[in-house]
């Protein structure tokens, strides 16, 4: 009982022993170790060999062709590559995204418009978290190049309808990317059916390891990047580099065991989610952020009015969660996506995300239901007697 209820899989999740088993096959002598460019002995055929068998895997949760995925170092550097690679190839123009993006987005968005090298339109969410498609179209210009709207926001998990948004763009013929970090095998994301044309993806929120990810570049239409890190042009001159051969192996491994049991394990994750719910919604005065928004399976941010969600985080010592994303909470401000949502400055600072994930029990969430409930009384309580 001493070490604390892990809710932050939205964070981060922990490699499945299935991954590490596979990643550690190629690491030492005895393993896969070789570089995966070295095309002039069998080490090198074998690792390259390892590095195309991740390929299709990822591609195929995609339904991709292998030859669309280009391995990045996490979804950070995926949506770098796709917004700058983007602006640059075109030589500029105007991007639509929303105040709700990762910082992974808003970041290269806001970094090229004060570069004076993109103009940039940030959508306001509807109070649900989602965007309409039709504030897309109104934004739409004729300079537009490029549409950056996440598939499922890290914070409360709200989906968005990136089908009717990228039906918009190829309409008006613009580029559509989409962050797919945290819905990557949990959510369907069929790039033969959906109008994408740029897909970022990471391992880590997926029981793969950090420190890898790939953009999704569609081929048919031919889609154009520019290159943001040069030497020696691997990955078909997009992103060079010598492969993570281990890492690599780790997110295809990780990304096929999730897809491939997708439907039940996103059933089982969300029951959990629900009975936590359960629990929590027997307090006055909660709020669910995003309730009335199709939300991934794992998430629950909810606020606590009048309790400080850093307070909280300390009181409930036997439960591991964030306030607001991982990125930001270090920071004092209140949640940004929270607020473009609408909510209060107050209650935004009384939110915090639980996300649940595969080694989640029943036994979890009812300790850390039990521990959230009387972390908040108790805060409550002694509130009301300095008042
Ligand atoms: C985690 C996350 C990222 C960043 O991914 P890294 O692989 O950690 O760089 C980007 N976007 C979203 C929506 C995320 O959840």
């Known amino acids: 009982m001493s070490q604390a209820v892990y809710l ?18 190629h690491l030492d002598a005895e393993g896969t170790f070789a570089n995966p460019a070295s095309r002039s002995h069998m080490y090198g055929w074998l690792a390259e060999e390892a590095v195309e068998t991740a390929r299709r895997q990822v591609a195929e949760v995609l339904n991709a062709d292998a030859r669309e995925i280009v391995w990045t170092s996490g979804a950070t550097e995926a949506n770098n590559l796709a917004i700058k690679g983007v602006i640059e190839q075109r030589g500029g123009g105007h991007i639509i995204t929303s105040e709700t993006e990762h910082k992974a987005v808003l970041d290269p968005c806001g970094w090229l418009e004060r570069q004076g090298l993109a103009s940039v339109t940030w959508l306001k969410p509807a109070v649900d978290g989602r965007i309409d498609p039709a504030d897309v179209s109104a934004a739409l210009r004729e300079d537009t190049v490029l549409v950056s709207i996440m598939h499922a926001n890290n914070e409360t ?6 089908a009717a948004i990228g039906a918009l763009c190829r309409e008006h013929g613009v ?5 797919a970090a945290q819905s990557v095998g949990k959510l369907p994301l069929d790039v033969r059916e959906l109008p994408v044309d740029l897909v ?4 880590h929120k997926n029981y793969g390891p950090k420190g890898i990810g790939a ?17 020696g042009g691997h990955e078909r001159n997009m992103r ?4 993570a051969t281990h890492q690599i192996v780790g997110m295809g491994e990780a990304l096929a065991l999730a897809a491939g049991q997708r439907d039940d394990e ?42 400080d969600g850093e307070m909280l985080l300390t009181a409930m010592s036997e439960v591991a969660v964030s306030t607001g994303s991982a990125c930001t909470s270090a920071s004092l401000e209140p949640s940004y996506v ?8 107050a209650l935004a600072h009384s939110s915090v995300r639980f996300s649940v994930g595969r080694f989640t029990t029943e036994a979890d969430i009812d300790r850390a239901a039990q521990n959230v409930t009387d972390a908040v009384t108790r805060l409550r309580a002694a509130l009301k007697n300095r008042a």
């Open 8 to 25: 932050d899989y939205a964070a981060t999740t922990p490699v499945d022993p299935r991954v590490v088993a596979a990643m550690v096959r």
């Open 157 to 162: 998990g709200v989906i968005n309808d990136i």
């Open 175 to 179: 580029l559509f990317h989409t962050d």
């Open 200 to 203: 970022s993806l990471c391992a």
């Open 215 to 231: 953009l999704y570049v569609r081929r048919h239409p031919d889609v154009r990047v520019a290159s943001q890190i040069h030497g």
């Open 240 to 243: 060079s580099g010598t492969l």
């Open 266 to 307: 996103q059933a089982r994750i969300a029951g959990l989610r629900d009975r936590l719910w359960g629990a929590l919604s027997g307090l006055p005065d909660v709020q669910l952020n995003g309730a009335a928004a199709p939300r991934l399976a794992g998430h629950l941010n909810v606020g606590f009015a009048g309790v």
């Open 338 to 345: 929270l607020k473009a949502m609408g909510v209060a400055d």
